[in-house]
């Protein structure tokens, strides 16, 4: 019998030459776990973030470096007791208006969702009146309210009057202030609660109404609460534009933040600069805030709605720190 020249023949049992691995084989593939999974490339982000940290360098380097900021006159005014006083004012105001402005526009949505046409008519009427009116001029007119009407009474219209008031005394700044920002605010916050109102599902309504419950207890302990996850970041903005808002105050004589600094910058005119700086790293702080109050209340009214809650600033920070150490030590590994 022939064989093929360069083929080996084997006998009995004995495995085939192929089978029996060489000394010289290379080492086949390594197991899944030794293998290290490579990040898809993205050249593009990485240039994208070179560009933006170049220019946030930049414009850091020139806030530090321009002298014309002059952040000595900055340090010298940031706590001074004339900008604290303002600052307070700004406070009080903003406090005072947000709760009354979001108690009245509690009552507008309401009086725009009951079944009523006189309450529809009415609320829908100040709506549409104080979101079209400018706020500035809302307040200009309230300044000047007791040039229209010394007194204001209380009693049977074209009837006899119960309780006289003098105007002159009741409005004062603050009061002026209040009244002025809280009306404007309630026009659009009963929008927002509209909405939230709106968004709950019309089976939440069905299923209270089938249990037989109360319609006031309807609305605080079943349909309100899951109202505030949607009414709650729409009012926080609407709180940020009150807290700016309150600089118009300047122009009815009261004295806040806005105010304060307007005036130093009259009696001190070459520290216009700095002392704008003053007002805006103060409401940035105030509005800082809000927004971290913000997070937190959110977060209290996502239950129930959401299987997790969202992490917290400090669980991030853990988290990411724990990851890094991880792959620290499967880099270590490899």
């Known amino acids: 019998m022939s064989e093929s020249p360069g083929i080996a023949v084997s006998s009995g049992s004995a495995p085939p030459v192929e089978a029996i691995p060489r000394p010289d084989t290379p080492a086949g593939p390594k197991p899944l776990a030794a293998q290290r999974v490579l990040p898809l490339r993205r050249p593009g982000r990485w240039i994208i973030t070179a560009v933006v940290l170049v220019l946030v ?23 001074r007791p004339t900008i604290l006083d303002g600052l307070i004012v700004t406070l009080e105001v903003t406090v005072l208006s947000a709760v009354l402005g979001l108690l009245g526009g509690i009552l507008i949505a309401l009086g725009r969702l009951s079944g009523n046409p006189v309450l529809r008519a009415v609320t829908w009427v100040y709506t549409w009146l104080f979101r079209s009116v400018p706020l500035i001029v809302l307040l200009i007119f ?20 119960f309780f006289t008031f003098d105007e002159s005394k009741l409005a004062t700044d603050m009061a002026v202030a209040v009244v002025g920002l809280s009306l404007n605010e309630a026009a659009y916050a009963s929008e927002v609660v509209r909405g939230g109102i709106l968004s709950v599902d019309q ?19 079943i349909v309100f609460p899951q109202a505030l996850r949607s009414i709650t970041p729409n009012y926080v903005n609407q709180l940020i534009g009150l807290i700016k808002g309150t600089s118009l105050v300047f122009y009815v004589s009261l004295l806040d933040l806005f105010g304060s ?11 216009i600069v700095p002392l704008l700086l003053v007002a805006t790293v103060w409401y940035l702080i105030l509005t800082s805030a809000v927004s971290v109050v913000q997070f937190y209340v959110e977060r209290y009214f996502a239950r129930g709605a959401t299987r997790t809650l969202p992490p917290t600033p400090l669980q991030k920070l853990r988290a990411g720190l724990r990851e890094l150490r991880e792959r620290a030590r499967r880099e270590a590994a490899v």
Do not use: C
Request: aromatic share 20%.
């Open 261 to 271: 600094v307007q005036t130093m910058g009259s009696t001190y005119p070459g520290d």
């Open 57 to 79: 360098a930049q414009i850091t380097h020139g806030l530090v470096t321009n002298p014309f900021y002059q952040w000595d006159r900055f340090r010298y005014w940031f706590l």
């Open 142 to 161: 309230l300044y000047n309210f007791s040039a229209l009407y010394k007194t204001v009474s209380l009693g049977v219209p074209f009837g006899p009057a």
């Open 203 to 221: 089976g939440q309504h069905e299923a209270a109404a089938a249990l037989g419950l109360p319609k006031g207890y309807q609305f605080t302990r």
